[in-house]
């Protein structure tokens, strides 16, 4: 029997939960992008906020995540016209549903350390 016949979604027919599940690891799981998240919740709007609070991401990896964030739904871009001109980055109510996802991580890796930081 195949997966989609085992875990079909009756809210999105021809999905499944793995492919659910797989399509917004997708998202969540790239690199810095449950950092990003994580900063954005804790209020830091500007992208030198969100660099600071992540401070192993690149400017280019932290632009590149928050396009990302912004064309999935989680997140949009205000540019407010000044001068002098600003941008902030808002969380859309899709972003902030992500909070008890990545509690959730959170808590696994503390319970589980050997899969959150593997041996070398």
Known sequence: MDAQARF??????GDTSCTVVEDVMGVLGRAWAGAVLEAMLAG???????SRAV??????VLSA???ELCARGLAHRVVSPGPPTS????LTDAGRDVAPV???VKDFG???PEVARPPR
């Open 8 to 13: 079909p979604d009756p809210r999105h027919p």
């Open 44 to 50: 830091h709007d500007r992208f030198s906020e969100i």
């Open 55 to 60: 401070p192993g991401a690149t400017d280019s």
């Open 65 to 67: 995540r928050l396009k």
């Open 87 to 90: 941008v902030t980055y808002r």
């Open 102 to 104: 990545l509690a959730a």
């Open 110 to 112: 503390h319970a589980h």
